[in-house]
């Protein structure tokens, strides 16, 4: 491949301690081809473990798209928390959670299947403790 000298990006450093920042101002506005900005009927904000097991309508979102990302947080104060697990019980597809703040947590996209999907998230406290809670999510209906 033959790139000629006036097509190659051009980058300004500047150094901060042992930080070093390259500020590219001219392609600032360039992203990765596979990466679109995600539509907000795409991402589900919800709260677990907030005492809405007794209130339906709470724990059931409807979207239109086969795929979605939760932004979710957990309201009980749970101590020592050591791990978060999210899963679709309906197709066994297990999510990759990312901490955003304190109690709260995104993950990737999941896949749902066609009519209800039941999303499980799984707290795993350090003194080996379990705790659980739902939400439905349904799609193509």
Known sequence: ????????PTFQRSDLGSVTIFDNQEFSNRRPASIAPTAASQIISQNFFCNHSFDSKA???????EMVMVDFKICKDL???????????????????????????????????????????????????????????LTGS
Do not use: C, W
């Open 59 to 65: 724990a059931a979102k409807t979207v239109e798209t």
């Open 79 to 137: 101590k020592n928390i050591e791990a978060v697990q999210l899963i679709n019980q309906t197709n066994g597809f297990k999510a990759h959670i990312f901490k955003t703040d304190n109690f709260s947590y995104k993950t990737d996209f999941i896949q749902l299947n066609k009519g209800p999907n039941k999303i499980t998230v799984e707290v795993v406290l350090k003194d080996g403790q379990k705790k659980q809670d739902s939400l439905v999510i």
């Open 1 to 8: 491949m033959d790139v000629e000298s006036d097509q190659r």
